[in-house]
């Protein structure tokens, strides 16, 4: 039996990223991807996904390097993290900065 999606609490149209294959059939609350950080040469962003990876609260999901599209206005652009919080329900949009992290 294949794996049903949990409904999103958000747009997935604001996150192509999210509608691809590979994030379809995501079982486990966490952060995405769950190895290693997307190819990056941004020092921060790497302390900022290893801070997530060890301290990220069970409940949460966190995704580095997702895509923002706006359907809307056709405008593309890319976060460097996305923090959900399904049970407040909660995003964040997190853009590291190297030495200073901007929200």
């Given at each position: 039996m294949p794996h049903k999606r949990k409904p999103a609490f958000f747009d997935l149209n604001l996150f192509p990223d999210l509608r691809d294959d590979k994030y379809l059939s995501i079982p486990n609350l966490g952060l995405y991807p769950r190895e290693?950080?997307?190819?990056?040469?941004?020092?921060?962003?790497?302390?900022?996904?290893?801070?997530?990876?060890?301290?990220?609260?069970?409940?949460?999901?966190?995704?580095?390097?997702?895509?923002?599209?706006?359907?809307?206005?056709g405008e593309h652009g890319e976060t460097d993290f996305v923090i959900a919080i399904p049970n407040r329900p909660a995003i964040l949009l997190m853009e590291v900065g190297d030495r200073i992290l901007i929200f």
């Open positions: 290693k950080p997307h190819h990056t040469e941004s020092y921060a962003e790497h302390k900022v996904y290893n801070l997530l990876k060890d301290k990220l609260p069970e409940s949460w999901y966190a995704w580095h390097s997702l895509s923002i599209h706006k359907e809307d206005t």
